[in-house]
């Protein structure tokens, strides 16, 4: 079964870019990428540009509405996500465990929903 981990850490928290720390990290990511790979359960994957980057789409009545930034204000924001193949929700509770911004943020781990091939 294919999982979604969603990973969620606090934008303001992150490492400044070209520091050690954000070097370290981005280490630790390359490195837990690639024994997904290796292992055989990565499907997809990707990391996302911060929220401030993020734009909101609504439809109502008819007419479509933006807004700048997330729908709503959270304590941690969607910073990526990795999609995973594992035998059952244990083994990607596992998988999910090992995500470096487990230890700062939260993982959720999500199973996504199967459509039958037509």
């Keep these: 079964m294919r999982y979604m981990c969603l990973i969620y850490a606090d934008e303001a928290g992150m490492p400044a870019q070209g520091s050690p720390e954000v070097e370290t990290l981005m280490g630790e990511y390359y490195a837990y990428s690639e024994a997904v790979n290796k292992s055989g359960v990565f499907k997809g994957g990707d990391a996302l540009l911060p929220t401030a980057t993020a734009t909101t789409v609504r439809v109502r009545d008819g007419k479509t509405m933006t807004t700048d930034g997330p729908f709503a204000e959270t304590k ?3 910073g990526g996500f ?29 199973p996504l929903w199967e459509f039958p091939q037509t």
């Excluded at 990795?82 to 999500?110: F, H, Q, T």
């Design 76 to 78: 941690e924001q969607l």
């Design 82 to 110: 990795y999609i995973l193949d594992c035998k059952d929700l244990d083994e990607a509770i596992a998988w999910a465990a090992k995500i470096p911004d487990a230890r700062r943020g939260s993982i959720e781990v999500r």
